[in-house]
Every structure is written in structure tokens, then in C-alpha cells.
């Protein structure tokens, strides 16, 4: 069996890729880094420049796309 298969079967019923949970706290944890500098900028007034603001979004936004892929790779369409 093909890698493709493999994917296509996943996609299509087989055992999730992540589990709910398991996608839920990996997207939590890629958020820290953001909401740290959120804290540190409003909090203590600290100036973040905007390149270490895209160093610090960057994890949460895999995560995001992470979970919106899965999210599609469930639709069935008819």
C-alpha cells in the first residue's frame, strides 16, 4: 500500500491524524510565545519589535494551519 493510501485512508475514516485533544494543547502551547509578548509589551511596557513579534507568532500560526487542514481533510463531499 502507497503513501497516498495511507492518507486517503486516514482522511477518510481510518484513525485520526491527532487527537482532538492532543491538537487542542499543541495549538495552546504555540500560543505562549505570543501571548508572552502581549504581556511583556502591555504589561511592563516593554517595546517588541515587529520581528521578534513574527518570531513569536510563527509556532502559533502552524498550529492554527495545522488545525484548519485537519478540519478540511474531514469534510465529505458528495
Not at 507568532?57 to 478540519?71: H, T
Amino acid at each position: 500500500m502507497g503513501a497516498s493510501a495511507v492518507v486517503r485512508r486516514r482522511i477518510s475514516g481510518g484513525q485520526p491524524l491527532l487527537a482532538r485533544t492532543l491538537r487542542w494543547r499543541w495549538t495552546f502551547a504555540a500560543a505562549i510565545p505570543t501571548l508572552a509578548t502581549l504581556l511583556f509589551e502591555w504589561g511592563f511596557g516593554w517595546p517588541i519589535s515587529n520581528t521578534a513579534r513574527a518570531a513569536a507568532a510563527l509556532p502559533f500560526g502552524v498550529a492554527v494551519a495545522f488545525v484548519v487542514v485537519s478540519a478540511v481533510a474531514t469534510v465529505h463531499y458528495e
